[in-house]
């Protein structure tokens, strides 16, 4: 199982969602922005936190139209598995792989601490090693995650079971909490907290480990292995 | 362009003083020119030729068996063991903060990466020492929202964890704010740079971003007092731009990483001028610069322009020859500037040349090796007033005054605008003592804590230099670190005010003698002096900030104490009640001597606890706040009570130095005890942890109502809000 991590100039979280992979079982190739392809067999692509192109603009805006993005997308075309963390997520919604945008912070400040989640559904490839409704720890490190969309998407998103987390605490001021969304396929996820910084004891938490220890062992099924 | 006469009034505005000027027109051997004049003041000034101060940092002790790299360079190198090196520093960033707080705190926490990764070590750990006037000075709430928002954005986007610092409130800041910020990076111990240039006829490359107008003049206004003018001097602040300097970091390691690097050096104070004489100078060469060359920002930028601007994220580096393509095509990966801007030359000669004109030509030098150097004179500190007796009052009053004071209130509001954790190494975030980030790849852990008590230094500037180095060794001891090296940020008032240099003398007289008696070299260091108002100047803050080495996560004492568990007292408290937090929040009094500080106790109580680390469950340092603060702290982060025997004041909140309050189950409390009359060092038992209340003495009080104030206390006393929550601070 192959997962492909991209690096944008000003992502920071690159080498991170890098280990966590590599822990998980996956080989792991970088990718960089001006790449046009992903290596050949890639199961899962990566897009890590951070703050890609300085976060100038708009977060994300600009490296949603990076080089490798049609790539990128072609990926998720053909159902390949996708995973957004923070400025990821900001990417992802950029690109259009899924709906919503990342506002700035209610309270208008960087908040980076520890939060309470609650898992809003198992039924995908990331979240299936948490029982429905399963309260987690992760930590989260954004100024904007403030979650928006229309109420009418909001309620799709919901009515389908594509909320993957929502927070169980205020953080961010996000529309009904939402912390991660899933894409139509469920094959995308984009979510601000940081399930990376919380994959490994020495962290002080492994809620993260599960995400990524699923998501190994579906794409080893995937492929028969 | 026709540049300006030289004339008194120019030179006294460059901050020379006229026996300054005269030693210049010795050197030069006529009249300088107008960029010569101006490149003199930035070398010249306090800040970066360290003119009041060179005599004394000599005596601070600086060796040691892991120290790679003293202080001289860019930052200080550690060994670490297995082929590493720790590389940092702490720098202030003083005066630009006070007048841009945003911008200022940005750019000095971008100076001190840089300062890092011109080493070639990865950043992988800040932390920030900030000093501000009191909540109700107008200018306060409007500091501390701009410093943390700009050491935020930009440590944040750079992708560093800040994992520690402080944050106290003083009237002696109300017109001077301190921001010192700390770095530390990792690099292999045999891949560290250095500044000296070598040999003759090489490229000098200019790297990073253009040079715009902005900071010029900076360095000398970081060397004056402040008066009613300050608001002109905005113009002065650099602007800082992380995204550039992320990338400047990885297109500088990776540059390092090809074999292409001679030398390096970051452009900080004073850009250019400062570090290409800090290279030519340590290479015994001299540099050649063509201006004309320098990408800029601005049209028509002047040659005294180009070399004062300050603008930031750029490096100066002597380069391979062979090796400009493979240089090239790096920086073009990062779409940074990369520049052939000069040459290394063999006789010793600054050579500015701009529009086919000599603008410069200057003995390299003679502009560092014949700075001035004063031997300031300065009175002794006179011994402190004694303490008037201390009243009685209720062992909560005075909790209660000091958790809702915002020098002593949970710090959450600051730090969870930094991002701690980016890298997935940190193992400690802040909150309880020092900062824990793992080496990466490795089972090694380093611990970071930055201390000092500025009333102590005022009270007693020996013993209060000394009280800040043995505080910021009980911090790492108390996390199960060995300590090994430290950094020191001096920041004083107008050294030309004898009684200011005394405090200066006497700080770093006791800062030196608890270095050498605590085996912790200081490896790098910056001065920040003239840190006055109208006159009056700060409390004095020499802030030390130290490193300390864990071998392996199971050596690191981290834990929170768990109900049932025993409150021991390691050390002898004999209730030191002068200059304490207890007296500067509960009465608003700062009288009385700084507590005694015994190295040899420190040392031995120090020893004690990494010793029987396997015995000790959780563990805090004892400073300011005495044993009544840090069991409520340790208590407030575990969620559950602590009940505390004593019931007096002065047992309770004496800051009686060497001592650690350590949380362990009854058996280790036997096994400890054991050990420690074996060992002769005091260990008392004080008292358990559990249940939901905070009790001391015969008082007692709802611990989730004690921390209910704790944690709102210090947004409230800035911006009035409760728990600023997640609502719109203004």
Known sequence: ?225 | MQEPAITPDLVAAHGLKPDEYARILQIVGREPTFTELGIFSAMWNEHCSYKSSKRWLRTLHTTGDRVICGPGENAGVVDIGDGWALVFKMESHNHPSYIEPHQGAATGVGGILRDVFTMGARPVAAMNALSFGVPGHPKTAHLVKGVVEGIGGYGNAFGVPTVGGEVRFHPSYNGNCLVNAFAAGIARADAIFYSAASGVGMPVVYLGAKTGRDGVGGATMASAEFDDTIEEKRPTVQVGDPFTEKRLLEACLELMASGAVISIQDMGAAGLTCSAVEMGDKGGLGIRLHLDAVPQREAAMTAYEMMLSESQERMLMVLRPAMEDQARAIFAKWDLDFAIVGETIPEDRFLILHGNQVKADLPLSQLSSQAPEYDRPWVPTPPATPMAPVPDADPLDALRALIGSPSYAHKGWVWEQYDSQVGADTVRTPGLGAGVVRVHGTDKLLAFTSDVTPRYVRANPERGGAQAVAEAYRNLIACGATPIAATDNLNFGNPERPEVMGQFVGAITGIGAACRALDFPIVSGNVSLYNETDGRGILPTPTIGGVGLIARMGDLIAALPAPGMVALVLGDTTGHLGQSALLAEMWGREDGDAPPVDLDAERRHGAFVLAHRAQIHACADLSDGGLALAAFEMAEAAGIGVTLTPGDLPTLYGEDQARYLIACTPAQADALASAATAAGVPLARVGHFGGDALRMGAAAAPLADLAALYRTAFAAALFGAPLAGEAHVA
């Open chain 1, 1 to 225: 199982m192959k997962a492909a991590v991209v690096t944008y100039p000003g992502s920071n979280c690159d080498r991170d969602l890098a280990v966590a992979l590599t822990r998980a079982g996956f080989t792991v190739a970088r990718v960089w922005h001006k790449d046009t392809a992903l290596p050949p067999g890639t199961d899962v692509v990566g897009v890590p936190g951070g703050f890609s192109h300085g976060d100038y603009l708009r977060c994300g805006a600009i490296a949603a139209r990076a080089a490798i993005a049609p790539a990128i997308a072609a990926h998720a075309g053909r159902g390949g598995f996708v995973l957004g963390i923070c400025n990821g997520f900001q990417v992802l919604t950029e690109m259009g792989l899924l709906p919503g945008v990342l506002m700035r912070n209610a309270g208008l400040r960087f908040v980076c601490r520890t939060v309470a989640l609650t898992v809003g559904t198992a039924d995908s490839a990331f979240t299936g090693g948490y029982g429905p409704g399963a309260a987690i720890r992760l930590p989260v490190a954004h100024h904007d995650g403030n979650y928006v969309a229309d109420a009418a998407t909001l309620d799709r998103l919901e009515g389908e079971g594509r909320v993957a987390f929502r927070y169980a605490e205020p953080v961010n001021g996000s529309a009904r909490g939402i912390a991660g969304v899933l894409s139509e396929n469920r094959r995308v996820l984009g979510m601000m907290p940081h399930p990376e910084r919380a994959s490994e004891s020495a962290h002080g938490g492994t809620d993260g480990a599960r995400l990524f220890a699923h998501l190994a062992a579906l794409a080893v099924t995937a492929h028969g292995a």
